[in-house]
């Protein structure tokens, strides 16, 4: 057998775009890139468990906004996944990301949905014979026909060079599935794709959210661009494309906001060489949030966006190569398209070089009616074009500055760099003042960075210092010389059932053909500018420690470059160490947990040698099955999680089924065609179950257990075509296609149980929910043998048409509870009013009689405010808002709104407008005096009144009483005493900060005094009240200190409890009415919270109740039947399921039988079931 070299071009940054070398004169790769701060924000975005991934939530919290139920925070965050050689630092410093506003960003999948391209080439002597010439179109998944727009001479004044060359049946390229669309704004995060209802609109299908829509027709703006004409020694020849630009995006989410995308950051991508048959190409990858408005109140957050200057040109070096199989039969006459051909244009550019450049803008400021963020960039970067980010100022209405964060950086440097300071550097964020805070320190490694053009890289791009030394340039870069630039090693394994060509090589198995070259092998030298420490205001700090992700593989374990947190250690303000957590990412084999998605080398996927820094990918290639998290000291945490081997990835599979060992080999070996690829990202990263462990104890003290229903809303069918050309002739012998499915499902957890065990018992609860799609309408919880259902039910349910055409669909309008089948509550929001969408009554069920009660009724002005609620017992409340109406300055009892003259109320918050135009710590007499007029005119009514500086908090409070109370801030807008009329303090505050701190929610736990096996002790209940545990870690861990001191103490307190009886029971179980022969029964106390019962009867199959849904084997006597049904399980023979009635009557049925299980067996069941 011949040996089979095969052209392959290796993406190892994206791992999952295909390219052929027939295509190449045609179609770019697909970028999906963007600017530095979009790729930040886009990495890792299909995963909201960090844990799973080995990140962490490392954040700077800075000011957030409160805009109606939505709360819009501005913040910094860090990744902690580690940095790639050709990372390029944001405006807040190497691995910082900014959040603050909210983008779209497209992902592409296989072609651009947006674009059609054609290219033609023709030898002099071929010309007027079609068939023998190079023609090749293409058109994206949204394109209605082939290029139409490329037969025009003139597009907006732009003349194209090949209108007259295009023919209908020329080999085309159809995209094989529509692009991805990232939302993350606030209050907002989910992704879509679009399909045609039509030639003019468009339908976003969303896959998180049931009811988010787009909102406005897109309006597409045709942007050409032509490569030329031009005839050559060679031939003739000419490229040319048009791309449809989307200008906005209107989209309402399911809580009713609509979110107005308009500012667009627009790419260049410019292939090098420059001749006849490239071209520059734009696109629009990103857009920024313009826009939110608030579908209750109508008030607006506006987004304002500056364009920097931006020359820089993003380098990156793609070659072709051979893989090369030996002599194993691997197919090589098989291309993507239709009607293919291997002829190119002479001579092959097997190095090409192209440059990203972007027309990038960043955020200016954040307006709302009450204050306006601004963001400066005025620190000159020398590692990247565009100052950083200088500071960021929050302004009150008046303009006056009310928070301030000032940054301050530094640079990493790249040792024995020459390169000049865009490759050598790469800008460090040192510092964050904070003027209501104190100051934020950061420290990180010291490993010198290589080059960013560096092509000492893994297969990830992470730093792994092999013996490569590339260099190129615009004008050196060889794009014909197939062998100037030295392969990357990979490795084939043809027996391995998921990947056959690694690019690392297996310890325990020897690959078929090894060839020399680059070695791509992650290394530990990855960990490079790494945050090792934050120091917090006033001292306390937070320290991290990473190594390297791994993974097992064949058995075996290998790293990655990336990075994960393996421990941290929190100080305080006297670096004394406070808290320290520790990870471990085993198996309970102790082996690594970590598992790897397909390593994906599709046939001719561009090999990327010097990647561009502004590629992104929203998935991980990396997940964890099982993490401990360990407090020293405490206890520790397992957790495990759904992975890769749970749900892979599918690819496309060829409609036609090949018998040719050569064609089966190349499908399998290439994962031939893989234009799209089926992603379960969102399957994977599921928290399964969560252990809780003490420190020094086996046994858990709780136990988590979820279930998730992955229900499937629609899928579509994606198809790419492929064709097989005769090697002699060069032309086609055959069309297939290979297909997938693009499936659109929802993540709903179907069940949570949580199991808190202790010495003597242990409390179970179990939940149950039901969905309409992704909307809860249903939840079932089960716990001490009593079972609790709500029902919810939204505008759709109850037909508010109100509701729906705002598209507010998130919130339930009925809530109806139930214990036991018995009712015990029903709720529902009413919404009569006309001119608002906000509820008008609270209607509530009277169990006794079925009656309606109205609970409370609310009336509100035209801002959404409540200006009078009335309660049931017929008591009214009447609000009036001043501070441009923002805030409550009067609340008067006993009264309705048509009580109070409109002039006197006029008066008041003109009064409050002027006081809040003043400025902060002003002179507050005349509000006071106006609002002391307006308490004496209403004399006979109950009224408190209040003043603010807006945006710090509420300055005065004057009750009816009059004895007035004052709050005092210090420059940070911080409370720092309360006064009383004659300044006596009432109380003061004192700010030592540290890093948040959670307090522990009220935690209960129900116990008995234990008397023996032959009493029942009194009930009691230990409580541990609220906020008396804190924790830095997070409010579960606060929760767990509750826990942990129930688990500890509440036995022992029920048992020392001075007011606590026993009482003996006098229960016997006797013989079941559905048996023939009863051996023996007795209940006795197994622990303060549940009876024991042993029971022996004779199993007999000719018992008709066997068959009928089980049989009564016994009934409890005396006190010890329970207050509702209970069941339980045992073993004798196989399984046994348990139900004792309220009648005490204890029916068996048979879960699952043995094979011991015959006639005439005699069976001894021993089971418990609770007292309360």
Known sequence: MKKNNYKLIFLLLLFINTEYKSQQLLEKQVYNVASPEVTGLMKYSDFSELDYIGKTNISVPIYNINFGKVKIPIDLSYNTKGNKVADIATSVGLGWNLNA????????????????????????????????????????????????????????????????????????????????????????????????????????????????????????????????????????????????????????????????????????????????????????????????????????????????????????????????????????????????????????????????????????????????????????????????????????????????????????????????????????????????????????????????????????????????????????????????????????????????????????????????????????????????????????????????????????????????????????????????????????????????????????????????????????????????????????????????????????????????????????????????????????????????????????????????????????????????????????????????????????????NREELFTGGSMKEENFFTYDDARLTYKKSVSNGDITEEYYRNAKDKSIQKLIDANILDTPIEIERKKNGKLLSKEQFKYDHAYTVLPSSVISTDIGNNTLNTEIAYEYDMNGNVVQYTTKDGVSTVIVWGYGQTQPIAEIKNAKFTDINYTSMSTIQEASDLDAAAGTNNDESNLLNALNTFKSNLSNYEITTYTYDPLIGVRTITPASGIRENYIYDSAGRLVKIVDANSNTIKEYKYNYAPTKYYNSERSGNFAKYCGSGGIGTAFTYTVPANKYTSMISQSDADQKAVDEITANGQNAANNNPNATCTTINCTVTKGSQINQFNYGSITVNNPTTYRIQIGFLYETNNQYWNQGGAIIGKINGSCTPGGIRTSSAYSNGIWNLTIDTNGYIKATISSASPSLVNNTNVALDFTFSIN
């Open 101 to 752: 506003g909210g983008n779209l960003t497209v992902k592409v999948n296989d072609q651009n949905d947006l674009t059609e391209t054609y290219a033609y080439y023709t030898t002099s002597t071929f010309e007027p014979e079609q068939s023998l010439s190079w023609h090749r179109q293409s058109k994206g998944f949204l394109c209605t026909t082939w290029p139409d727009q490329l037969f025009y001479s003139n597009i907006n004044g732009q003349q194209l060079c090949i209108s007259t060359k295009i023919e209908w049946n020329d080999d085309g390229m159809v995209d094989s599935a529509p692009d991805f669309y990232y939302i993350n704004a606030p209050g907002f995060n989910d992704k879509f794709y679009l399909t045609r209802i039509n030639d003019t609109q468009f339908k976003a299908h969303f896959f998180n959210s049931t009811n988010a829509k787009l909102n406005n027709n897109l309006i597409l703006t045709i942007k050409p661009t032509c490569g030329g004409f031009e005839s050559t020694f060679w031939g003739n020849g000419g490229k040319a494309s048009v791309f449809y630009q989307i200008d906005k995006f209107e989209i309402v989410g399911e809580n009713g906001y609509i979110y107005t995308f308009n500012d667009y950051e627009i790419g260049k991508i410019t292939e090098y060489p420059q001749d006849f048959l490239s071209h520059d190409s734009y696109q629009v990858n990103n857009w920024y949030l313009s826009k939110m408005k608030d579908p209750v109140s109508g008030r607006e957050v506006k987004f304002e966006y500056e364009t920097y200057v931006n020359n820089y040109e993003h380098p990156s070096l793609n070659t072709i190569e051979d893989v090369d199989f030996g002599n194993y039969n691997v197919a090589g006459n098989y291309s993507l398209g239709s009607n293919s051909s291997i002829y190119e244009t002479p001579p092959l550019i097997y190095n090409k070089f192209t440059t990203s450049q972007f027309a990038i803008k960043r955020l200016k400021k954040l307006i709302t009616n009450q204050e306006t963020v601004e963001f400066t960039y005025a620190f000159n970067r020398i590692d990247y074009p565009g100052n950083g980010l200088s500071n960021i100022n929050v302004k009150n209405k008046n303009g006056d500055i009310i928070k301030q964060a000032n940054f301050t950086y530094s640079y990493f440097d790249s040792s024995g760099c020459t390169a000049g300071n865009y490759e050598c550097k790469r800008l460090r964020l040192d510092k964050i003042e904070d003027s209501s805070l104190g100051s934020y320190s950061f420290s990180y490694d010291t490993n010198n960075f290589p080059p960013r053009n560096s092509s000492k890289v893994d297969f990830l791009g992470y730093f792994n210092n092999n013996s490569s030394n590339i260099t190129f340039s615009k004008t050196d870069f060889h794009p014909y010389d197939l062998n100037y630039f030295p392969k990357a090693k990979t490795y084939f394994y043809p027996d391995l059932t998921t990947d056959n060509i690694l690019p690392f090589k297996l310890v325990n198995k020897q690959p078929y053909f090894e060839p020399s070259g680059i070695d791509k092998t992650p290394s530990p030298l990855s960990k490079l500018g790494l945050l090792q420490r934050i120091v917090y205001p006033t001292g306390g700090a937070l320290e991290l420690n990473y190594e390297n992700d791994d993974f097992i593989y064949e058995g075996e374990k290998y790293i990655l470059g990336s990075t994960r947190i393996n421990s941290m250690k929190l100080y305080d303000s006297q670096n004394s160490v406070s808290k320290e957590i520790k990870y471990k990412y085993l198996n309970t084999n102790n082996k690594s947990s970590g598992q790897i998605n397909f390593i994906t080398t599709p046939a001719n996927v561009t090999r990327t040698y010097i990647a561009s820094g502004v590629g992104f990918n929203t998935g991980a290639i990396v997940g964890y099955s099982r993490i401990i998290e360990e407090v020293t000291g405490k206890g520790y945490i397992e957790k495990n999680y759904s992975n890769f081997s749970d749900y892979p990835d599918k690819f496309m599979v060829s409609d036609t089924n090949f018998t040719d060992p050569g064609v089966k080999n190349l499908l399998k070996f290439l994962k031939f065609p893989s234009s799209y690829v089926q992603s379960f990202d969102g399957r994977r990263g599921k928290l399964l179950s969560a252990n809780y462990y003490k420190e020094g104890v086996s046994a858990p003290i709780k136990k988590e257990t979820y279930t998730y229903d992955y229900h499937v809303k629609d899928s579509l069918k994606v198809q790419k075509a492929f064709s097989s050309y005769i090697n002699s002739g060069n032309n086609n012998s055959g069309t297939y296609t290979a297909s997938n499915y693009l499936l659109r499902y929802f993540n709903n957890t179907s069940s949570n």
